[in-house]
């Protein structure tokens, strides 16, 4: 079964970095590639980033420009940079194998999105 762990989250004045990890046990390369969500409270859990073989990142307009996901696959690990952090950028940050996403849907997964645990980043002024 495939297991997800983020870290790297915490508390950040705002204008400044935190970048975050997801280690992964063994997946081979998912339909619908490997991405970051993020859930603020009382709003529903959004994507904000993906990595996807053979396609460009995808970023939510809120982070694009700030925000820089990779993935080093020879260390399971999927990592996001986040720079110019806002006040609004604080929420748990979840790490996912995307099975459903506007443009893709994995039906191996029958469209269900594998999660890790979340990490919680909080942006101050």
């Known amino acids: 079964q495939v297991r997800l762990v983020e870290s790297g989250g915490g508390s950040v004045q705002a204008g400044g970095s935190l970048k975050l990890s997801c280690v992964y046990s063994?997946?081979?390369?998912?339909?619908?590639?490997m991405g970051w969500y993020r859930q603020s409270p009382g709003k529903d859990r959004e994507l904000i980033s993906n990595?996807?073989?053979?396609?460009?990142?995808y970023y939510e307009s809120s982070v694009r420009g700030r925000f820089s996901i990779s993935r080093d696959n020879a260390k399971n690990t999927l990592f996001l940079q986040m720079n110019s952090l806002k006040i609004e950028d604080t929420a748990v940050y979840y790490c996912?194998?995307?099975?459903?996403?506007?443009?893709?849907?994995?039906?191996?997964?029958?469209?269900?999105?594998?999660w890790g645990q979340g990490t919680e980043v909080t942006v101050s002024s």
């Open positions: 996912a194998i995307v099975a459903r996403m506007f443009d893709c849907y994995d039906g191996s997964l029958d469209g269900q999105n594998i």
């Open positions: 063994s997946v081979t390369d998912p339909h619908c590639g």
């Open positions: 990595i996807r073989t053979g396609r460009p990142p």
